[in-house]
């Protein structure tokens, strides 16, 4: 079957107001960012980069739909929890949702990051994604651009997986604080006996 070219910039499959499609969700992990926090994986996205740690979270199509104030429910849940991380899958193409939990966890005096295989530059562009203002407005810290095989980074020590990527700090109180435990993983068995493995430079594996 011939494959359909689609518009790097449109808007993927509609999701209900209040919801966002994950691919995953732990709520608590050491390995995703700084401190103890809350990490969740959204489905979705265009880039399909060779080599990409989460190929499984490409299809748009509706994998889990949950209500955007269970997940901000189960974050606070954990008082252990010093922030949440978005990952994916590409946060921006639900920016706006993401960026409604982000203000949520933030009243609460949580932090909030976000990885994306778009750039900064993008993301402040007049064609990125729509609420694509509205979430950066509500990160701490943000890991942009995509994965390059080519330029991996092969070190448990680095913070971003390959050469183009970088580390943007929207809050100071994180200068020193990009030193998270980059070079271990966690096993994380579900209530359903499913296992999700995650770390190191952001593997998400669902068993």
């Known amino acids: 079957m011939e494959r359909t070219e ?4 449109t808007q993927p499959t509609d ?5 966002l499609n994950i691919m995953g969700y732990i709520d608590k992990s050491e390995v995703n960012g700084p401190g ?3 990490v969740i994986w959204v ?7 060779p080599g990409c740690f989460n190929p499984n979270s490409w299809d748009f199509e509706i994998n889990q739909l949950v209500a955007i104030d269970t997940l901000v429910e189960n974050i606070l849940s954990n008082p252990f929890n010093t922030g949440v991380t978005f990952s994916g899958g590409e946060p921006f193409w639900q920016a706006s949702a993401l960026a409604e939990v982000a203000r949520k966890v933030k009243a609460k005096g949580l932090n909030v990051m976000s990885f994306s295989g778009f750039t900064l530059e993008q993301l402040k562009s007049k064609s990125a994604p729509p609420g694509s203002q509205e979430l950066l407005a509500e990160l701490d810290i943000l890991i942009d651009g995509p994965f390059v095989e080519s330029l991996a980074i092969n070190s448990p020590n680095s913070p971003v997986s390959s050469s183009n990527q970088r580390v ?3 809050n100071p109180d994180f200068e020193n604080k990009i030193s998270w435990a980059s070079d271990q993983i966690e096993v994380h068995i579900l ?3 499913s296992r999700i493995v995650t770390g190191y430079q952001g593997l998400l594996e669902l068993t």
């Open 43 to 49: 489905q979705g996205c265009k880039k399909e980069c």
């Open 6 to 9: 689609i518009n790097f910039f």
């Open 168 to 170: 943007n700090i929207f």
């Open 191 to 193: 209530k359903d006996g």
């Open 36 to 38: 103890c926090r809350a």
């Open 15 to 19: 999701i209900p107001p209040g919801h």
